[in-house]
């Protein structure tokens, strides 16, 4: 290709961090509940109707965009984005927002799935995981630094100013896939879904096990706030400063996952689940050491990010003749993980009390390596770097 593929990367890098930041509303729920005259829990499933509507259509927009020319495909789901972000900005309608929400998260899946299809394409010899990984950066980033910026924004100047940086992101986005990405042709020519291939043990297995692993992570995650409010006494603005490090050390986590996949994959797989379920024990059992809980919950972070790569490696090497349905499925899992990550660990607190998400994300995570290790090493399943 005679396009500079470093520019590409980047620039899809860009617009994943760009669709991405709509997630980072969740800072300011209080802000939004105010704004449409709602109540919190009406809020609350407006700003999470995004992510259940990713973990649906995951599972097949992929497929349909496969077909399509790349850079009318990007511009289109852009576009989508830009107009919709834009109406949600003025609407005082929550119905308005709400559909226009949804319909933007309905796309999400096919540009993020395309996008790292394009990568693998695109990257030199030996470089494809380094290109994956910085895609799944952007993700990372979108959500992490968007979070503060628009919590900042939206309890400062109100919900419509926190809207207006997201738009603005999306449409310079949306210029710079105009201006500088060239015409790539799609790579499919049907769209029916492969049903051998979904139904095959390797690919159950390998979905089952890699699921267990946001849901036993957000089971923790969405719950380390309330954590550390009430057993570890940290509260306001000492808590957004370490929340902040925590998706700096999840950041690198997500670098440092790609690099180790292709040091050693199957090692790789394994080891993450034993060493967070221990991180998990450690804080079950030492939540009266303020120091030494600040830290093991550093190292989650790391994991944490290095999940990102991990869930998307597996799902691509399963069913590695279709990396949109893969990259797609990649989605709905992760998605999906944490949607019912969230509502196990609401349950976990209300019931049992909020020392359980601990004991319940090692149950997750046991499962998960149960799994993998029958799935790697007695299925003997065949992984890209293998």
Not at 90 to 107: E, H, K, M, Q
Not at 156 to 163: L, S
Request: charged share 10%; glycine share 8%; hydrophobic share 55%.
């Amino acid at each position: 290709m005679r396009n500079n593929p470093k520019l590409l990367l980047y620039i899809l890098m860009l617009s994943s961090l760009g669709i991405n930041t709509p997630l980072s509303i969740i800072g300011i729920i209080s802000e939004i509940s105010q704004f449409f005259n709602t109540s919190i829990a009406i809020s609350g499933l407006y700003v999470s109707s995004f992510t259940f509507t990713i973990a649906i259509f995951g599972l097949f927009t992929p497929m349909i965009f496969s077909r399509f020319e790349r850079k009318t495909t990007f511009v289109s789901i852009l576009s989508i984005f830009a107009v919709s972000n834009f109406i949600i900005m003025f609407t005082n309608d929550i119905l308005v927002a709400s559909f226009f929400r949804i319909l933007s998260a309905a796309f999400y899946p096919a540009f993020i799935s395309i996008a790292l299809t394009v990568c693998e394409e695109i990257a030199p010899e030996g470089e494809k995981q380094d290109y994956i990984t910085r895609i799944l950066l952007g993700i990372s980033v979108g959500s992490i630094v968007g979070l503060p910026i628009t919590t900042a924004l939206g309890t400062i100047f109100g919900y419509q100013i926190a809207m207006s940086w997201i738009f603005a992101f999306n449409f310079l986005t949306l210029l710079l896939i105009i201006l500088f990405f060239p015409r790539i042709p799609g790579k499919y020519e049907n769209n029916e879904l492969p049903f051998s291939a979904l139904k095959s043990r390797e690919f159950i297995l390998a979905s089952l096990g890699i699921i267990m692993m946001p849901i036993g992570a957000s089971i923790v995650y969405n719950y380390l706030p309330y954590f550390l409010q009430n057993v570890s006494h940290i509260y306001t603005y000492k808590l957004s400063v370490f929340l902040f490090i925590y998706g700096l050390f999840s950041i690198f986590g997500t670098w440092l996952g790609g690099k180790l996949i292709v040091i050693n994959d199957k090692i790789t797989l394994i080891v993450f689940q034993i060493v967070c379920a221990l991180v998990f024990v450690s804080l079950y059992f030492s939540a009266d050491y303020l120091i030494l809980v600040l830290i093991l919950i550093l190292i989650f972070g790391i994991l944490d990010g290095m999940g990102y790569n991990l869930i998307q490696y597996i799902e691509t090497s399963v069913l590695s003749d279709n990396l949109e349905l893969a990259n797609g499925i990649f989605l709905s899992i992760l998605n999906g993980g944490i949607a019912i990550g969230i509502a196990i660990g609401g349950f976990l607190v209300d019931g049992l009390g909020v020392m359980s998400i601990f004991v319940f994300g090692t149950i997750f995570l046991i499962l998960a390596l149960v799994l993998l290790f029958y799935m790697i090493y007695i299925l003997k399943i065949n992984l890209k770097y293998s």
